[in-house]
């Protein structure tokens, strides 16, 4: 399957009601730690491997495999290159609707906590994941055709046994997380952020301490995950993706992100060599 198309180009696109896609290219082999992951996800693999691993797990996708994420969690991930000296893989994340849909069907299935390994290697699943893909890229699909393609993927899914969760407690910190994705170059402050959610800063910073983090992190980790998914699925220049994560100049963002992921914004695109140690 190329779901990447004929020009092999990253991409990430959001259709209101049906979902997401994203299409990651990248030239280096990289570790990202941490890395937290919002809503449930698909990732297909099509060049390179990806390891994904959590406290007590962890499983390897190869080429032509594909992964289902559970939302709300952190994880470290590893892409490693094919032998061309590439990775390629996408990721399809669905409208919460039809994540509660197919929980209300099919409550009998298990719910995936981390990770679920999808074995499908038919072409009928490689299929369905490309006109899922189609449903969220092209507008001129009908909006009451759209959702059913990637309701789809939820069934082939099912078909393992599993599901996604559809509901549960909403932490301070993905609130947080959600606020700030509204905007991320606002300049976010304690006073402002208390303000929206109606408390005092002093209950902000316990309700977050409590979950071990604070504003700054989550923060800065919220703006820095995101300008990674920009540098893995655009063409846009580092420097405008900083001010996309509210940085006013691509020194300060750098710092920043080679803070948060060990290397520079500019090994995603592969400008240098990192070696995982």
């Not at 959001?14 to 570790?31: C, K």
């Not at 709300?72 to 590439?86: V, Y």
Request: net charge positive; aromatic share 8%; hydrophobic share 45%.
């Amino acid at each position: 399957m190329n779901a990447c198309g004929p020009h092999d180009t990253p991409r990430l696109v959001t259709r209101i009601g049906v979902g997401s896609v994203g299409v990651i290219l990248q030239q280096q082999e990289l570790e990202f730690k941490r890395l937290f992951i919002e809503n449930p996800l698909l990732i297909y693999v099509e060049r390179g491997t990806k390891r994904v691993r959590w406290s007590g797990g962890e499983y390897l996708i190869r080429a032509g495999e594909a992964i289902a994420l559970a939302g709300g969690q952190s994880l470290d991930i590893t892409n490693r290159l094919a032998e061309d000296g590439s990775y390629r893989a996408f990721w399809l994340a669905w409208d919460d609707t039809l994540i509660v849909a197919q929980a209300h069907a099919h409550p009998e299935l298990a719910i995936i906590r981390h990770a679920q390994p999808l074995t499908f290697g038919t072409q009928e699943f490689r299929e369905a994941l490309q006109r899922a893909m189609q449903a969220v890229e092209d507008e001129r699909i009908p909006s009451s055709i759209a959702p059913h393609r990637l309701q789809e993927i939820l069934i082939w899914i099912g078909m393992h046994g599993c599901r996604f969760e559809h509901s549960k407690p909403v932490t301070m910190g993905a609130k947080l997380r959600r606020l700030i994705g509204q905007d991320f170059a606002r300049e976010w402050n304690a006073p402002s952020i208390a303000s929206i959610f109606a408390m005092s800063e002093a209950t902000l910073r316990r309700k977050l301490a409590d979950e071990g983090t604070n504003l700054s992190k989550i923060l800065v980790d919220a703006r820095m995950s995101f300008a990674l998914q920009l540098l893995q699925s655009t063409m846009e220049p580092v420097a405008q993706i900083a001010l996309t994560v509210g940085y006013q100049t691509p020194s300060q963002f750098a710092v920043r992100f080679r803070d948060r992921f060990g290397f520079p914004p500019t090994a995603i695109r592969g400008h240098r060599r990192v070696h995982i140690q």
